[in-house]
C-alpha cells in the first residue's frame, strides 16, 4: 500500500522557522495537503494543493513541493502552532486518499 | 457555514458492525463537486482514511479495510452512513466525518470536519 513519510517530531524556538517533511513517490504527480491537530480538537487544514492557503489561516503558514518531497514551513513560530501535522496526498491513480504518520511540532 | 456532526454508539463489542451517521448543514450531496468521506484516530496514533462518497454516489473505500466498510448517502436527509462490520478492539478510535473537495478528479481534501466520535470496541 501507498506511504507518506513524515518525521515524527521536530522542534523549534519561538520567533524560529519549522520545517516539516512528507515523501512519497505520487507526490511528484498528486498535490499535497496539510492538516494541524491540537490536543482533542479535529484537525484543520492549513494549506491545499501544494501551497494554497485557506482563508483564515495566517500567512507564516506555507507550503511547498520539490519532486516527491513536499514541505510544510511556518515561518516565525509562535507558541500556539505546537500541534501535530499531518500530510495528505491520493496514490498515484488519485482515487485513495493517503495520510502522513504525522509531526509533532514543538515549541522549545 | 458548512458543519457537520457524526452519531452513532460509543461502545460496540466485538464482531458486531459498527453504523455511523455524519449529519451535515450548509451544503448539498446532490451538488456536482461535493464529496463526504470518513476518517478515524485511535487514541495516540495517527489519521486514517477510511471511505469517501461523492455527489454522483462515485464511492471510495480504504483497500486495507474495503471488505469491512459501506459507505451511504441519503441526499434528502444530509446524512452520510458508513458501516463497519466485524469490529475488532483495535477499531477503537475517534470516527471523523469531513467535506470532501475533489481535485480534476482525484480524491482532493478535506476542509470542514465534525468533531469526530469515540468508538470503543469491547466486550
Known amino acids: 500500500s501507498y506511504e507518506l513519510t513524515q518525521p515524527p517530531s521536530v522542534s523549534v524556538s519561538p520567533g524560529q522557522t519549522a520545517r516539516i517533511t512528507c515523501s512519497g513517490d505520487a507526490l511528484a504527480k498528486q498535490y499535497a495537503y496539510w492538516y494541524q491537530q491540537k490536543p482533542g480538537q479535529a484537525p484543520v487544514l492549513v494549506t491545499y494543493?501544494?501551497?494554497e492557503r485557506p482563508s483564515g489561516i495566517p500567512e507564516r503558514f506555507s507550503g511547498s513541493s520539490s519532486g516527491t518531497t513536499v514541505t510544510l514551513t511556518i515561518s516565525g513560530v509562535q507558541a500556539e502552532d505546537e500541534a501535530d501535522y499531518y500530510c495528505q496526498s491520493a496514490d498515484s491513480s488519485g482515487t485513495y486518499v493517503v495520510f502522513g504518520g504525522g509531526t509533532k511540532l514543538t515549541v522549545l | 457555514q458548512i458543519t457537520l456532526k457524526e452519531s452513532g454508539p460509543t461502545l460496540v463489542k466485538p464482531t458486531q458492525t459498527l453504523t455511523l451517521t455524519c449529519t451535515f448543514s450548509g451544503f448539498s450531496l446532490s451538488t456536482s463537486g461535493v464529496g463526504v468521506g470518513w476518517i478515524r484516530q485511535p487514541p495516540g496514533k495517527a489519521l486514517e482514511w477510511l471511505a469517501l462518497i461523492y455527489w454522483n454516489d462515485d464511492k471510495r473505500y480504504s483497500p486495507s479495510l474495503k471488505s469491512r466498510l459501506t459507505i451511504t448517502k441519503e441526499t434528502s436527509k444530509n446524512q452520510v452512513v458508513l458501516t463497519m462490520t466485524n469490529m475488532d478492539p483495535v477499531d477503537t478510535a475517534t470516527y471523523y466525518c469531513?467535506?470532501?473537495?475533489?481535485?480534476?478528479?482525484?480524491?482532493?481534501?478535506?476542509?470542514?470536519w465534525g468533531q469526530g466520535t469515540l468508538v470503543t470496541v469491547s466486550s
Open positions: 494543493k501544494d501551497s
Open positions: 469531513a467535506h470532501s473537495v475533489p481535485i480534476y478528479g482525484t480524491a482532493g481534501y478535506f476542509d470542514y
